[in-house]
Structures are given as C-alpha cells and as structure tokens.
C-alpha cells in the first residue's frame, strides 16, 4: 500500500512539472518544448502584465508586426482580447514578406510567396477590424496583386446573403488606404542612376477593383504611380464613384511625369486637404476646387517629379478667381529631393507655407526677391530642413544674412523661419526684433558666428546699436534676448536636435 502511495506522488509531481513546461516557438518558426525547473520560493509575486489596462495594450500591439501580435495573444485571456482592439489594427502594412513563404524557383531560386491559407485565415480573424492598409512593395509585385486580389474576393463573399460569418463585414471598416509604388528600378551600381517604371496592368486593375468596394474611404495616398496618359485620366473612376462625398484627404503624388491634369480631384466636395505635384494641376483643375470645402493645398515635388523649369505654374486669373471663391484656402509648397533643385512658383497664389527637405539646396537671392514680390501678403513659414550638404560662405556681402532679414520685413505674417546657412548673431537679433509675428525659429548652433559684422542703419538708434554690438558677442546673451522678445525659453539647436526638425507648414493659418 505504502509503495502505490509512493508511486502516486511521484506521478503527482511529474505532472506538475510538465504543468509549468510549455511550447516555444523558434526564430524558424519551429515548436519546440521547454522543461521549467520547479522553483519552490513561495514569495516569488505573479506577473501583473495581464491585468494592464486595455489603452496600454493597444498602444503596445500597435508596435509589433502581425505575426508578433498572433504571438502576444496566445499569452493570456487578457492579451488575446487585446488582439482585437479597434487601434491595433489602425494600420495593416503589407510589404514583400507580409504573409508569404518561401519557395524555390528553378529560375530564381528561392522566392517569397504569398502563402494563401495564411492569408486567408488572417483576413478572416481580422478583416472586419481593419481601419487602414499600407502597400509597401518593393520587388514582388504579384504578392501585393494577389494580396488585393485575396481581400477584394473576400469582401465580395462577405456581402452574400448567405456570407460565412466570419467574412460577414470584411473590409467595411476601411479608412485609409496608402500605396507608395518603388518606380525606381535602377541597380545601385547603375550609371543612369534613377530608370522610372510605373504602375499598371493587372497591378492597377487590381488596386481599382479593390478601391471600388472601400466605400467608407476617408484618406487615399497613391505615390510614384507614373502612370501614361490614357491610365491617369481613368485613375480615380472608382474612387468617384464610391466615396465622392466622404473622402477628406487625397494624395496624387507623380501620377504621371509629363503635365496631365488629373480632373477628378475636383468632384470630391468635402475634400479638406490635398496633396498633388504640379504637374498634374493646371487652371481647369483650380476652377473645380474653387467650388470645393478645400482648406489645404500641397504641390510636392520629389527627386521623381521633372525639373522646374519643365512644369508650368497655373495662370494668375486662375489663382485669383479661386481666392475669390475660396478665400480660407491655403497653398503649400514644398520640395524634397536629395540633389539641387527649387519649387516651382505659383503667382497670385495664397501660398502660406514654402519648405525644403533637400541637402543640396542653397538660399539664392534672386528666387528669394521672387518669393518676396509673389507671397509678402500670405507667407507664414519659410525654411530648409535637414543638414547642408554644402559650405556656406563666411563674409558677410557672400552671406543670406540680408536676405533673412529683407523676408522678415515684408512678409508681415511671417511665424516659422528655419535657417541652417551661415548668419552672424546680430542677425538673429535682428531677425527677432523684425518680425513682428515670429513665433518659432529654428537655427543651428555651429552655423552661427560670434559676429557683429552688419553696417550700422540711419535709421539705428545710438542706444539699439550699442544693445545689438552687446548682445552679439556671445550666444547666452542672444539666446537670452530672443527668449525676451519671443516670450518662451529659446535655444540654439545642435546638429543633432535640427535633423529631428520637422517644419509644421500649417502653423500661423
């Protein structure tokens, strides 16, 4: 009797033990077990992560890919909740290994494939919770076509009378849809340097099938689709059709690289902002988003968009007419670019906000006149992101110290100025006492000289010169001034804190 009791202890124990082992899976996505030593300290505290609260969680899954949220919510009760909380699933980005596996290709070796039972079993579990999609393709292009082909299908099958349960609602909740399209396909070793492919075929007309039945579509970016003529005239037919009056934010960004305006940004009435390369917009297009609730206006050029001097600006009755009609709107432009370049001008446009995220790009006195003359009236923010790629002069006749100071005097509405060229610190003070409405400057430190280099003004003061000779002599005495005169603590920012710059286009509207 005393030996079964024995031998029922020991059965106790190892059951037990194999209670605290469980299963892991691998880096290769292989299970494997994993035997936990018995830890006998009774004052060891239980874990408390499953009891945090739901706002928490969501911004932790929000982190991770969806296979490491799969992962997560086999965890616990709790976490496997959270799995299907609305802000997890705010954005869903599907790239070349989003739900694939490998294959070998006797041409190609081993390739990426989308893996369709996992595809299909995703959008079943989580279809209906989506609330936006993000294509970042860069090679496989059929995975991305199959991927819209997938949940286009899966929408229809949701919307039968007798539809299964779980695709019943699927994609419904979709609001925002994002496709940057890679039409760069040159080698990095390539002389040319950039060889532009754009979109189209059965890729475009599986994206159009799909943006058909996103009727709830609140936000829509297409980016470097470059697409020919005929293709571009015909690219927004569905999105008319389906979400004409919901749509709020539109990006058309090098739709096409020759000037092809594209008409039916002008049908969707409660657009509020729009982003669009110049391009692609000319004054019939300006006549039909006079009539519409536009508030924001954005002509982008990139490193894809022709050069300036090949694009035409709008006509000036045209700009005029859509002040007239639409007085609260305001035009942004702005360049980003990796090499020399300069945005093309609109005259008489309300342009509010003039950035550059390019390196290479120096202040030229001459555009700046220009920009002057066109937007004294309007401009509110003016400046160079990003570190310069180049050596800017130290002489003060070779310097933009005037040219700063001449924007600050005329355009009265002037809020943000970023400068990252050479200025001496009696032109920041300046700067400061100049502009009246200045409320952010960003400058760097290490372009700044301890220098009061400017000839004296008649129309200076004995007393403001011997302030601004004072002050000049050491950067705790401007950063203290300007802190003065701008009504907050204000610093100089090192190399480091001005690439994390981001220049806000809208502030001051």
């Known amino acids: 009797m005393s030996e079964m009791s024995v031998a029922a202890r020991k059965g106790s124990a190892q059951l037990d033990v194999m209670q605290k082992a469980g299963w892991k899976i691998d880096e290769n996505e292989k299970a494997c077990y994993i035997d936990v030593d018995e830890d006998n300290d009774e004052t060891t505290e239980e874990s408390k992560w499953c009891i945090l609260p739901d706002l928490i969680l969501e911004e932790i899954f929000t982190y991770l890919s969806p ?42 070796g081993w390739q990426y494939c989308l893996d369709h039972m996992r595809t299909q079993n995703c959008l079943s579990r989580i279809g209906r919770h989506l609330r936006g999609i993000e294509f970042r393709p860069w090679h496989s292009f059929n995975n991305i076509f199959q991927f819209m082909t997938m949940l286009t299908w899966s929408m229809d099958k949701g919307k039968e009378l007798n539809a299964e349960p779980q695709l019943v609602g699927m ?41 058909l039945r996103l009727t709830e579509l609140h936000t829509l970016k297409l980016v470097d689709f470059v697409l020919e003529r005929f293709e571009a005239n015909h690219l927004l037919d569905e999105v008319v059709c389906s979400c004409c009056t919901k749509m709020r934010v539109l990006n058309l960004v090098n739709v096409t690289t020759m000037h092809c305006p594209i008409m039916h940004v002008g049908l969707f009435l409660n657009l509020q902002v729009l982003t669009i390369s110049p ?18 206006l954005y002509l982008l050029q990139n490193c894809y968009t022709p050069n300036h001097l090949t694009i035409s600006a709008c006509g000036v009755k045209a700009w005029r007419s859509l002040k007239k009609t639409n007085p609260r709107m ?120 301890l220098r009061c280099d400017w000839p004296r003004h008649p129309e200076w003061s004995n007393e403001f010169h011997a302030w601004l000779r004072r002050n000049s002599r050491s950067y705790e005495a401007v950063e203290r001034e300007i802190s003065l005169i701008l009504g907050y603590k204000w610093q100089l920012l090192s190399d480091r804190d001005f690439k994390q710059v981001t220049v806000n286009a809208k502030s001051g509207a």
């Open 279 to 296: 391009q692609n917009i000319d004054d019939d297009v300006l006549s039909l988003l006079a009539d519409t609730k536009l508030r924001h």
């Open 330 to 449: 305001r035009v942004h432009l702005r360049l980003e670019n990796l090499v020399d370049g300069e945005v093309v001008l609109q005259p008489e446009a309300p342009v509010h906000s003039i950035t550059y995220w390019t390196p290479q790009t120096r202040v030229r006195a001459d555009l700046l006149v220009r920009m002057i003359d066109h937007y004294k009236n309007t401009l509110a923010v003016y400046g160079h992101e990003l570190l310069p790629r180049f050596t800017s002069p130290k002489p003060f006749n070779s310097r933009i110290d005037s040219l700063l100071v001449l924007i600050c005097r005329q355009c009265l509405n002037l809020d943000t100025l970023t400068v990252r060229e050479k200025v001496s610190t009696a032109t920041l003070l300046l700067i400061a006492r100049t502009a009246k409405n200045l409320r952010h400057l960003n400058v760097r430190r290490f372009a700044v000289i």
């Open 171 to 211: 994609g419904s909740r979709i609001r925002s849809l994002v496709y940057h399209f890679p039409c760069n396909m040159s080698q990095p070793n390539d002389p040319e340097g950039i060889k532009l492919f754009g979109t189209g075929g059965q890729l475009l007309r599986g994206l159009k099938e799909l943006l």
């Open 67 to 108: 296979k490491e949220r799969y992962y997560a919510g086999l965890v616990c009760r709790q976490w496997h909740r959270a799995f299907y909380l609305p802000t997890v699933w705010n954005n869903f980005v599907v790239d070349d290994r989003t739900l694939t596996r490998p294959k070998y290709n006797y041409y190609s």
